[in-house]
């Protein structure tokens, strides 16, 4: 069946002092969180809702920071208003939707909250796509409007002739450094709400807890993005959960947002939990390594939001004197390895670790809101850590045809139960839905969620994460899609057929990505040139593979998938391996041939991927 090696070193979680910490956090936050249990069953409760109270609850307190950019939660809120008002005065109404693919900026929150108020969708759009992707996404969701910002016109002005677009669906196009003048056929949008009315829409009270908000798009195993469904309730429930549970934010903390907001992370764990708890964000146009800390400092931040990658370059970084000498005393993110958990935590002065596992289209999380270290937390819904088969690389099942759990202290598939309001919302397409379902799980007609991730039991509901399975591996932060990247290595002419898999480079985090190809031609008119252009032209810089290994045939099982355990296992080992292997160098344009001192310094830590 194979199997992954458990650490020896590896910590359980203490049964008292997790019932002295649980018992502690109970007595805090009882309250609020019975408050919470009952949102779902009323329906009534709406994001829209929230940013209106808030409005009127800390109407003086700094909403939003951006630059030189300051507004209070009632000026936030009269801003959003404008965009509802302009909005319903164009025709839009609940169910719409609308694609936003903007960079990181103070109106990318306030106009997916004024779809929120009036029951419509935003379609938040990845800025790093190209090509055939974004051309992907963009035809996916049905739309009513399209707003642009000046940083990702050409991107998408490169597509606009692939999208078929009618007469009836409006372009807005929102001006930034001024570099670009107002394109022909769009509406300058920071114009056109400026006078619209600053009272709150009477839309608000129409939308239920259970609507839709946004699509956010997610690699998966059936190839292109899929667009998954993020509800009001997603957002309500990662203020209370992420904002109070797991960051205990209040009014008085900045929370310091530099992901890209098209991402679940940043709207959920940043922007929501934040102003949810009357806190402050303060957004960065991206991540920049070099200049974080002085973002930090800039802004007095309290907290900031992470990925797992975030905190590797953040150490990666000389030490500095100052290291320790910070304002933020909580960080909330998911992917902190295990290898640098407590130093990131000394080296920083890290009060609080809010790790937190969970994904756009999950219907559970993991939080770290007892402060353990080197876990995910623990669950409050239903969950099972199964027993995988890693030579058919599916999950166990028994004589009786049932999954079985694993012991404690063991690795295994993590499954969420897909019942009451944990359930699935699915993607928007249904063939891909039903693919992250299993059935007959324990019992006969259960139904469950397949995370899809490898996950060890802690025990006393708690895990800790170990690693992606099948068909996606998780790189730069991304999760990314081995059959996506595969169906550009294919309309390669030169592409016979091609499997495309993660692999392991030591002290970096995720999987890089490794392409085992097979040519239709000799390797020496293999054109390596053209063959990356097409990278480049198709795929965001995180998608395109490390590794290429040439190959003449590719196994495959009985129902043809190509075999990928074995070339995972591989992986760029050049004694295991005597096919022509190249790889993509940091900072290089080329891919070149792997050599074994090429191969020493990369296993190393010489090349910083």
């Given at each position: 069946?194979?199997?992954?090696?458990?650490?020896?070193?590896?910590?359980?979680?203490?049964?008292?002092?997790?019932?002295?910490?649980?018992?502690?956090?109970?007595?805090?936050?009882?309250d609020?969180?019975?408050?919470?249990?009952?949102?779902?069953?009323e329906?009534?409760?709406?994001?829209?809702?929230?940013?209106?109270r808030?409005?009127?609850?800390?109407?003086?307190?700094?909403?939003?920071?951006?630059?030189?950019?300051?507004?209070?939660?009632?000026?936030?809120?009269?801003?959003?208003?404008?965009?509802?008002?302009?909005?319903?005065?164009?025709?839009?109404?609940?169910?719409?939707?609308?694609q936003?693919?903007?960079?990181?900026?103070?109106?990318?929150?306030?106009?997916?909250?004024?779809?929120?108020?009036?029951?419509?969708?935003?379609?938040?759009?990845?800025?790093?796509?190209?090509?055939?992707?974004?051309?992907?996404?963009l035809?996916?969701?049905?739309r009513?409007?399209?707003?642009?910002?000046?940083?990702?016109?050409?991107?998408?002005?490169?597509?606009?002739?692939?999208?078929?677009?009618?007469n009836?669906?409006?372009?807005?196009?929102?001006?930034?450094?001024?570099?670009?003048?107002?394109?022909?056929?769009?509406?300058?949008?920071?114009?056109?709400?400026?006078?619209?009315?600053?009272?709150?829409?009477?839309?608000?009270?129409?939308?239920?807890?259970?609507?839709?908000?946004a699509?956010?798009f997610?690699?998966?195993?059936?190839?292109?993005?899929?667009?998954?469904?993020?509800?009001?309730?997603?957002?309500?429930?990662?203020?209370?959960?992420?904002?109070?549970?797991?960051?205990?934010?209040?009014?008085?903390?900045?929370?310091?947002?530099?992901?890209?907001?098209?991402?679940?992370n940043?709207?959920?764990?940043?922007?929501?939990?934040?102003?949810?708890?009357?806190?402050?964000?303060?957004?960065?146009?991206?991540f920049?390594?070099?200049?974080?800390?002085?973002?930090?400092?800039?802004?007095?931040?309290?907290?900031?939001?992470?990925?797992?990658?975030?905190?590797?370059?953040?150490?990666?970084?000389?030490?500095?004197?100052?290291?320790?000498?910070?304002?933020?005393?909580?960080?909330?993110?998911?992917?902190?390895?295990?290898?640098?958990?407590?130093?990131?935590?000394d080296?920083?002065?890290?009060?609080?670790?809010?790790?937190?596992?969970?994904?756009?289209?999950?219907?559970?999380?993991?939080?770290?809101i007892?402060?353990?270290?080197c876990?995910?937390?623990?669950?409050?819904?239903?969950?099972?850590?199964v027993?995988?088969?890693?030579?058919?690389?599916?999950?166990?099942?028994?004589?009786?045809?049932?999954?079985?759990?694993?012991?404690?202290?063991?690795?295994?598939?993590?499954?969420?139960?897909?019942?009451?309001?944990?359930?699935?919302?699915?993607?928007?397409?249904?063939?891909?839905?039903?693919?992250?379902?299993?059935?007959?799980?324990?019992?006969?007609?259960?139904?469950?969620?397949?995370?899809?991730?490898?996950?060890r039991?802690?025990?006393?509901?708690?895990?800790?994460?170990?690693?992606?399975?099948?068909?996606?591996?998780?790189?730069?932060?991304?999760?990314?899609?081995?059959?996506?990247?595969?169906?550009?290595?294919?309309?390669?002419?030169?592409?016979?057929?091609?499997?495309?898999?993660?692999?392991?480079i030591?002290?970096?985090?995720?999987?890089?990505?490794?392409?085992?190809?097979?040519?239709?031609?000799?390797?020496?008119?293999?054109?390596?040139?053209?063959?990356?252009?097409?990278?480049r032209?198709?795929l965001?810089?995180?998608?395109?593979?490390?590794?290429?290994?040439?190959?003449?045939?590719?196994?495959?099982?009985?129902?043809?998938?190509?075999?990928?355990?074995?070339l995972?296992?591989?992986?760029?080992?050049?004694?295991?391996?005597?096919?022509?292997?190249?790889?993509?160098?940091?900072?290089?344009?080329?891919?070149?041939?792997?050599?074994?001192?090429?191969?020493?310094?990369?296993i190393?830590?010489q090349?910083?991927?």
């Open positions: 069946m194979g199997e992954i090696a458990e650490p020896k070193d590896m910590d359980l979680i203490d049964k008292r002092e997790y019932r002295k910490r649980y018992r502690s956090w109970v007595g805090k936050h009882s609020e969180f019975q408050e919470f249990m009952n949102i779902p069953s329906n009534k409760v709406s994001w829209g809702t929230i940013i209106e808030n409005a009127g609850k800390y109407a003086d307190n700094i909403a939003i920071k951006f630059e030189d950019t300051t507004l209070n939660f009632k000026e936030f809120n009269e801003w959003i208003n404008r965009y509802a008002h302009y909005f319903i005065s164009l025709g839009l109404n609940k169910g719409d939707v609308v936003i693919m903007m960079t990181n900026r103070p109106e990318y929150v306030m106009i997916l909250y004024a779809l929120g108020k009036i029951g419509a969708i935003g379609s938040l759009i990845n800025i790093d796509l190209r090509e055939m992707s974004l051309v992907h996404c035809k996916l969701t049905p009513k409007f399209i707003i642009i910002d000046e940083n990702c016109f050409n991107n998408f002005n490169a597509v606009i002739s692939d999208l078929d677009l009618s009836d669906q409006t372009l807005f196009f929102l001006p930034d450094q001024g570099i670009l003048s107002l394109p022909e056929g769009y509406i300058d949008l920071s114009l056109a709400v400026k006078d619209f009315p600053k009272n709150n829409p009477s839309t608000t009270s129409l939308v239920k807890t259970t609507d839709d908000i699509y956010l997610t690699s998966g195993t059936t190839g292109f993005p899929k667009a998954t469904i993020m509800r009001h309730y997603t957002l309500i429930s990662s203020y209370y959960f992420y904002g109070r549970g797991l960051g205990d934010l209040t009014p008085e903390d900045i929370m310091y947002i530099s992901l890209p907001l098209f991402h679940a940043a709207i959920g764990a940043g922007c929501a939990a934040a102003l949810g708890s009357g806190a402050t964000i303060a957004i960065g146009r991206k920049s390594v070099s200049n974080f800390w002085d973002e930090i400092q800039k802004y007095k931040a309290t907290a900031f939001n992470y990925i797992g990658e975030v905190c590797r370059y953040l150490m990666n970084q000389p030490p500095r004197d100052k290291d320790s000498d910070n304002s933020v005393r909580v960080v909330i993110g998911p992917g902190l390895r295990n290898e640098i958990w407590k130093d990131f935590k080296r920083f002065n890290i009060e609080k670790i809010g790790e937190y596992y969970s994904a756009s289209e999950a219907v559970g999380a993991f939080g770290n007892l402060n353990f270290d876990t995910i937390g623990c669950c409050i819904t239903s969950f099972a850590i027993k995988y088969d890693y030579d058919e690389e599916k999950p166990f099942r028994n004589e009786a045809g049932f999954m079985e759990r694993v012991n404690v202290g063991e690795s295994g598939l993590l499954l969420f139960e897909n019942t009451g309001v944990s359930t699935f919302r699915g993607y928007t397409d249904k063939e891909a839905t039903d693919a992250k379902l299993f059935h007959d799980v324990f019992n006969e007609g259960d139904e469950w969620f397949n995370t899809g991730d490898l996950i039991d802690l025990g006393n509901n708690h895990a800790q994460f170990v690693d992606r399975l099948g068909d996606t591996y998780r790189w730069k932060g991304n999760n990314v899609s081995t059959i996506e990247i595969e169906k550009v290595i294919n309309s390669f002419e030169q592409v016979l057929f091609s499997t495309v898999y993660g692999v392991h030591p002290a970096t985090d995720g999987r890089a990505g490794m392409a085992a190809i097979v040519p239709n031609t000799s390797l020496e008119d293999f054109n390596l040139k053209e063959f990356m252009k097409i990278f032209q198709n965001p810089a995180y998608a395109i593979p490390i590794f290429l290994r040439f190959k003449s045939k590719l196994s495959v099982t009985a129902t043809f998938k190509f075999k990928k355990m074995k995972k296992n591989e992986a760029f080992d050049l004694k295991k391996i005597d096919d022509p292997l190249y790889v993509l160098l940091p900072g290089k344009s080329e891919y070149i041939p792997l050599t074994n001192d090429i191969s020493d310094n990369i190393s830590g090349y910083k991927f």
